[in-house]
Nanobody
Framework: QVHLVESGGGLVQAGGSLRLSCVASRSIFSINAMGWYRQAPGKQRELVASITLGYTTNYADSVKGRFTISRDNAKNTLYLQMNSLKPEDTAVYYC?????????WGQGTQVTVSS
């Protein structure tokens, strides 16, 4: 299991930007894929964005063109740059790492977007 520590959540105004960070306890060279999920009250957890070792990215349709996922292997860190934030982006955001078929999750960080 990979230990993941998230930061960067908070309260922002609609149209603003926020950058989430997720630091892994081991080199992310050993992690097959990493991603960001989010969950709003009463809703299922959904994939926001993912990135593989080969830097292949995938985004939910609702965030395409606004969010960018990236990683810094030297810092063992995953990022999510969120621009043009909307109230519907409000949720708890979770960092995820998948290694050899095993999922690890961060503690979650609250993102609230006011209108």
């Amino acid at each position: 299991q990979v230990h993941l520590v998230e930061s960067g959540g908070g309260l922002v105004q609609a149209g603003g930007s926020l950058r989430l960070s997720c630091v892994a306890s081991r080199s992310i060279f050993s992690i097959n894929a990493m991603g960001w999920y989010r969950q709003a009250p009463g809703k299922q957890r959904e994939l926001v964005a993912s990135i593989t070792l080969g830097y292949t990215t995938n985004y939910a349709d609702s965030v395409k063109g606004r969010f960018t996922i990236s990683r810094d292997n030297a810092k063992n860190t995953l990022y999510l740059q969120m621009n043009s934030l909307k109230p519907e982006d409000t949720a708890v955001y979770y960092c995820n790492a998948k290694r050899d078929g095993i999922d690890s999750w961060g503690q979650g960080t609250q993102v609230t977007v006011s209108s």
